[in-house]
């Protein structure tokens, strides 16, 4: 019996977007992704430190410290942020995201990150929190 060589396909992302309008907003309106390797469904992260204490900090403090966090667990999962192709943001209130949302718009293009979103604002998070980023991760 010969052995027969087994070439995996390579992942492959496609992003669909029929406007043009969500380029300014840090966002793709759909992603088809063919062929993953493996997929990651993280968590909600949220501004918790390493000893689970909530963050009484505002929200780009906060911001700051989901992004930290998502990256922490995406990293050790053996995942890269570029890989993410969905992130879902909670947040208990837009007009206070938005006037930080640089923050968010930097971290994604300086990983490159192409995904599908959806922002909710909610009417409250576990304790203090205000922002959480829930993410799809591919490989």
């Known amino acids: 019996m010969s052995a027969v060589a087994h070439k995996s396909k390579k ?3 496609q992003f669909i977007n029929p406007w043009q309008w969500q380029n300014s907003r840090s966002y793709v309106q759909a992603v088809e992704v063919k ?6 469904y993280c968590s909600g992260q949220a501004a918790v430190n390493a000893d689970g204490e ?3 900090g505002d929200m780009k403090t906060q911001l700051i410290q989901a992004i930290q966090n998502l990256e922490q667990v995406i990293r050790e999962a053996g995942y890269e942020c570029q ?4 992130l879902n943001i909670y947040t208990t209130s837009s007009a206070e995201l938005f006037s930080c949302f640089d923050v968010f718009q ?3 293009g300086k990983h490159g990150i192409r995904q599908a979103s959806t922002l909710l ?3 409250g998070l576990f304790e203090t929190l205000k922002i959480e980023l829930e993410a ?3 490989k």
């Open 11 to 13: 992942m492959e992302k």
């Open 35 to 40: 062929h993953p390797e493996r997929i990651l």
């Open 54 to 56: 909530s963050s009484t």
């Open 83 to 86: 890989g993410i192709v969905r």
């Open 106 to 108: 930097d971290w994604i």
């Open 121 to 123: 604002e909610v009417k």
């Open 136 to 138: 799809t991760v591919v």
